[in-house]
């Protein structure tokens, strides 16, 4: 019995092995490129900038921790097919970019009443705008799922990295590519959060959270990236 159990688990370990050393050159290849692609400009990493460089380091963080938790939503979607039914229905990719575009739209106004709100019963007002870590990690989220470009872009792009004679089932090695490009955007939306963190500390910005200005600029965040997904 010890004997089969230890057959099992050589047998297991060198599959492994050989899977390792069978992807190892194109994992390298895929996660440069998923390091490139997510320095591109677009939605995402703009938001991280700009919630970083105006509240600091710990609410880009939540931002960023929900924009990766969405791409699994996106991994299980193209794993499964269904990224690939709604990529061949025009009308479901307009609904999401049209529910996408208006959710953004709707936070922006939330925090114009927000502050209104803070005003007039608290004229000092002692919090900041726009919610805590996890209303933030929620807005981040939410924001991925809703962005069609994300979907049309995990569909197209990590297919293309699944080797054709691999043995691993499909939608094992696109759940594994799944998690390593959120790996890696974790890591480069990171970094830009402790960027605009440190500007956010040089220029003293976070005090400034709870004026009418920032909440207005914040809103107006909101909107432009509500108008970048729908022109997408």
């Known amino acids: ?10 047998v297991g370990l060198a599959l492994f092995l ?52 969405g791409l699994f939503v996106h991994t299980a979607a193209v794993a499964l097919g269904l990224a690939a039914l709604m990529a061949a229905s025009p009308l479901c990719m307009t609904l999401v970019k049209i529910f996408g575009g208006l959710y953004l739209f709707w936070l922006g106004v939330c925090v114009l ?11 000092d007002i002692k919090t900041p705008l726009g919610g ?4 933030l990690y929620k807005q981040g989220l939410i924001m991925n799922i809703l962005n069609p470009k994300v979907i049309l872009f ?15 089932p499909y939608g094992v ?17 990171g970094a830009v959060s402790l960027f605009g963190g440190y500007i956010n500390g040089v220029l003293r910005l976070e005090r400034r959270t709870k004026s009418k200005t ?19």
């Not at 019995?1 to 050589?10: A, D, E, G, P, R």
């Not at 390792?20 to 998923?34: C, E, P, Q």
């Not at 009443?113 to 004229?123: G, L, Q």
């Open 1 to 10: 019995m010890v004997l089969l159990v230890n057959s099992i688990i050589f």
């Open 18 to 69: 050989s899977f390792l050393i069978f992807v190892f050159d194109m994992l390298i290849k895929f996660i440069f490129a998923s390091f490139l692609l997510s320095l591109l400009p677009g939605p995402d990493i703009f938001f991280v900038m700009t919630q970083s460089i105006t509240r600091g380091s710990k609410a880009a963080f939540s931002v960023t921790l929900g924009l990766c938790s």
């Open 113 to 123: 009443r927000a502050y209104k709100n803070e005003k007039d019963t608290n004229p």
């Open 132 to 135: 805590g870590s996890f209303a």
């Open 154 to 168: 995990f569909l197209s792009f990590l297919p293309a990295f699944v080797p054709t004679d691999i043995s691993v």
């Open 173 to 189: 090695y696109i759940i594994f590519l799944g998690l390593c490009f959120a790996l890696v955007a974790l890591s480069v939306f």
């Open 214 to 232: 920032f909440a207005w600029i914040s809103a107006l965040i909101y909107w432009l990236i509500a108008v970048w997904i729908l022109s997408a």
